[in-house]
């Protein structure tokens, strides 16, 4: 019979609502059980595409036994990280402060007050590895909770009082400047592997918001160190078994230093940051291998993550079914020499082999490998690479396809707006232009409420009942301020404002100009989470920021710009001393240096192919965060518009930085120097 988790709508949570595990959804409900019964909480966080929240679930959730003595001895709660980021950050900073280290699926033992005071990650249903077994961790917490129950309860206040006094040293509120940005690029030159490209060891993550910093570096300052850094690790991941060579997009990360045997998992998020990465990296240099990257991204996501309503789902799952009923890892992108033959025959797949670097040995398990593009000496015909690369992807389309979570999350569906829509813009392809506007539409539609609020997650049309936190409302607000520089449509500036006045009221701490990653209204937890540092996603708190900078550059609104300005003294604190892991606000912080730059563009009207021409041409423009707006001219549209006429009669561009205006051009070339650098 399902438990009660066959009435959410998270898809991790449904896996589980036919468990014999009797699991309560994070809710007040839940406590008040624990509280009557006097039993301790059990806490399990994980996510719909997590390959070990898979395996315990399999080896203990599922098993009858474990079941019955989970239910007699405990309340059992289970949180879908993706819907409660809150909940999942304030328990994991306790998981890595005790343990060193932390990860999911997330194990937490709470007191009726929600208070923890055991923790772990996965535990094996039999002890191996000096790890004890998950029913000898049950049996210890029981034993515990029933002898020493006391002393069970001061070490969880204990732990609660350690977590309030962990506030964040905020440094002085100012935003840093070149010497801190310096120090920043010496900081990741220093942990750059200049082999492999990318930053420290195994596993390795794609440095996404780090290369968005050091292409704007570049952009600013000249730096050709940064440039080749950026371009590098590009290269190197485009060409590794973590970029998808026959369907395009991004896994979640490689197991490995030189980027061979990804982690199989691919999320909405990494796929929308690298496509926007690639996009501005053909922007800064022209690279075609950029271009490929960036385009194929695009469509990857729009044809396999694009839901029904226009939004766009959340993951696709690492394992699937090997074709004898198993699941396994990797089963749906792996190739064996003979697997190749059945396909191609033996000369295409000899061909195949040797381009896409599979080997008899092979590089993953079971002498299957992961494709990759090592770099070859001659020449490979074109025509037939491509018909080998077909045919190879339609044999996979017949293979078990890796479930896919279907929960639109509003941040990530932000981040995919702003990616599509430059790269529509840069590579003239209005489809993605489209899927871009279809999502923001959702967005506004579903997720955002008379008051503008927004709700962070839906499924199948149905909104979610959980609060956005601050990266939703940031992310959401970056993707509309894309829309808006592509489009031209001031809808969309408006949406983004509504967003940003919710951060200022509700997000932002007056006193110091710190930010929350939960509303001050929001549900009170053992601490209110606040993390400036960037994990998968941009931090809540930098991309705020840069969304407020930008904002405040279309628009003139101070109270913006002051708050960009002030959230950024995060970045001079940390900027210097941790680079990899706060590269969005390193971003963010040149394109303060910078500006950033405001150009409006006005013309007879926006489809004039004159007009079209400098607008295309200020998109494209490196400088770090110039914002772009076009309009007819005398349109009241965007404020940046205002007083802005043609130039003898024709279409004109106006650039300006830091209060002051170059005289208005005309000239394509003109307006492409006066942007880059």
């Excluded at 993550?205 to 570049?218: G, I």
């Excluded at 691919?266 to 950029?290: F, I, P, Q």
């Excluded at 997000?507 to 937890?525: C, H, P, W």
Aim: proline share 5%.
């Amino acid at each position: 019979m399902p438990n009660r988790l066959a009435q959410e709508t998270s898809p991790y949570l449904l896996q589980h609502a036919d468990n014999p595990v009797d699991w309560w959804p994070w809710s007040g409900e839940a406590f008040e059980e624990a509280r009557k019964s006097g039993k301790p909480v059990l806490l399990s966080v994980g996510y719909s595409s997590c390959h070990w929240c898979h395996v315990m679930a399999h080896e203990s959730f599922e098993d009858q036994e474990t079941a019955d003595y989970l239910n007699a001895h405990f309340v059992n709660i289970k949180v879908d990280r993706e819907e409660r980021p809150d909940v999942d950050a304030v328990y994991m900073e306790a998981v890595q402060a005790a343990t060193g280290q932390g990860g999911w699926p997330m194990t937490v033992f709470l007191t009726p007050d929600a208070e923890p005071f055991y923790f772990g990650t996965y535990f094996p249903p039999a002890p191996r590895h000096g790890m004890p077994s998950f029913r000898q961790v049950l049996e210890g917490v029981r034993s515990a909770w029933a002898d020493r129950r006391d002393e069970v309860t001061d070490v969880a206040e204990k732990i609660v009082r350690d977590l309030a006094g962990r506030e964040i040293s905020y440094g002085d509120a100012q935003a840093p400047g070149e010497e801190e940005l310096a120090q920043a690029l010496l900081g990741l030159t220093r942990e750059y592997d200049a082999q492999r490209g990318g930053f420290g060891g195994a596993p390795k993550f794609p440095p996404s918001m780090v290369v968005e910093f050091l292409l704007r570096h570049h952009a600013r300052t000249g730096a050709e160190g940064a440039l080749q850094m950026a371009r590098d690790t590009c290269e190197r991941m485009a060409r590794g078994g973590i970029y998808d060579q026959l369907g395009g997009g991004f896994a979640r990360y490689s197991v490995d230093r030189e980027w061979v045997v990804p982690h199989f998992e691919k999320m909405l998020y990494d796929n929308a940051l690298l496509c926007r990465v690639y996009a501005h990296l053909w922007r800064s240099t022209g690279s075609e291998l950029a271009r490929r990257v960036a385009l194929e991204t695009a469509d990857f996501m729009v044809r396999e993550l694009r839901t029904n309503e226009g939004g766009f789902a959340s993951a696709l799952d690492a394992d699937s079914d090997d074709g004898s009923g198993k699941h396994v890892e990797g089963a749906y992108y792996a190739w064996t020499p003979a697997q190749l033959v059945e396909v191609l025959g033996e000369e295409d797949a000899e061909l195949a082999a040797h381009y896409f670097g599979v080997t008899d040995e092979g590089t993953f398990e079971e002498g299957a490998s992961v494709l990759q593009l090592p770099q070859h000496e001659g020449v490979f015909d074109a025509e037939k690479v491509e018909s080998i690369k077909q045919r190879l992807l339609a044999a996979r389309n017949a293979r078990p396809a890796p479930g896919r979570d279907d929960k639109v999350v509003a941040a990530w569906n932000g981040l995919a707006i702003a990616a599509l829509a430059e790269t529509g813009a840069y590579f003239d392809r209005p489809d993605l232009v489209e899927a871009a506007v279809a999502a923001a539409d959702l967005l506004v539609r579903l997720h955002l409420d008379e008051q503008a609020r927004l709700a962070r997650t839906s499924k199948d049309g149905h909104v979610g009942a959980n609060a956005g936190v601050l990266e939703d409302y940031a992310d959401v607000a970056e993707g509309f301020l894309a829309l808006t520089a592509v489009t031209g449509e001031g809808v969309w500036l408006e949406f983004a404002g509504f967003l940003l006045d919710h951060v200022l009221v509700r997000f932002v701490d007056e006193e110091s100009g710190a930010l929350y990653d939960t509303a001050s209204d929001a549900e009170r937890l053992i601490r209110r989470p606040q993390d400036p540092t960037d994990n998968a996603v941009p931090s809540g708190w930098t991309a705020a920021a840069g969304a407020l900078l930008s904002y405040a550059a279309q628009t003139g609104a101070e109270p913006h710009r002051t708050a960009a300005e002030r959230a950024l003294g995060v970045v001079k604190a940390l900027g210097p001393r941790v680079p990899r892991f706060i590269g969005w606000g390193l971003a963010v912080a040149e394109a303060l240096l910078d500006g950033p730059r405001e150009v409006a563009v006005v013309g007879p009207a926006i489809d004039d192919p004159a007009t079209k021409a400098l607008h295309r041409t200020a998109l494209l423009g490196t400088a770090p965060g110039a914002v772009v707006a076009v309009g007819a001219v005398g349109s009241d549209e965007l404020p940046l518009l205002a007083d802005r006429p043609l130039v003898g009669n024709e279409p004109a561009a106006y650039v300006c930085r830091n209060f002051t205006c170059d005289a208005p051009t005309t000239e394509v070339e003109r307006l492409r120097s006066s942007l880059n650098g």
